[in-house]
């Protein structure tokens, strides 16, 4: 069975600044990987997914992850942040697409 | 073009009674999954279907949970004599294809249990 583990379940930013979002999983076969976001009283929104191929992946609004299966690791990155990505962040894997298993998420607000 | 759209946006119902939610998939969508949120927790999956028929649904806590989609388009999620633990943001969501394919996901309804 798929888990996953986001570590931080906060994090706190400063406008402009470079925000990295952490992701662990466990998966005894291949997977995909997914960020999603979700805005205030908003659905979830897909930032980016791994399926395959390059293991650096970028997404929406300026986004990236990279794959690293010898650490299982999916973080998320954004160089410099704006005061609208405040939102949170779920990663989730699966072992087909159809399933997903999220992460508990992780709350990013962005101070001026 | 519509998203997935999902009604009521909230419920409030007593322990014991019986609730449907219902989601409107995008159109031409092929599969739909129904997924729980808990407070504090990630979105959890129930179950999902491809066409009419439930090709997983292995996701459902109990058998007071069930979810039907008769036409391949709209699904219901049926709970029975709902308890105080249902308490959730029900997510519904939606995909052209199963495999690799994005999941739209729905802005949820919010089911609360007194």
Known sequence: AQSVTQLDSQVPVFEEAPVELRCNYSSSVSVYLFWYVQYPNQGLQLLLKYLSGSTLVKGINGFEAEFNKSQTSFHLRKPSVHISDTAEYFCAVSDRPEKLVFGKGTKLTVNP | ?114
């Open chain 2, 1 to 114: 073009g519509a998203g997935v759209s999902q009604t009521p946006s909230n419920k409030v119902t007593e322990k014991g009674k019986y609730v449907e939610l219902r989601c409107d998939p995008i159109s031409g969508h092929t599969a739909l999954y129904w997924y729980r949120q808990s407070l504090g927790q990630g979105p959890e999956f129930l179950i999902y279907f491809q066409g009419t028929g439930a090709a997983d649904d292995s996701g459902l806590p109990n058998d007071r949970f069930f979810a039907v989609r008769p036409e391949g388009s709209v699904s219901t999620l049926k709970i029975q004599r709902t308890e105080r633990g249902d308490s959730a943001v029900y997510l519904c969501a939606s995909s052209l294809l199963a495999r690799g394919d994005e999941q739209f996901f729905g802005p949820g309804t919010r089911l609360t249990v007194l």
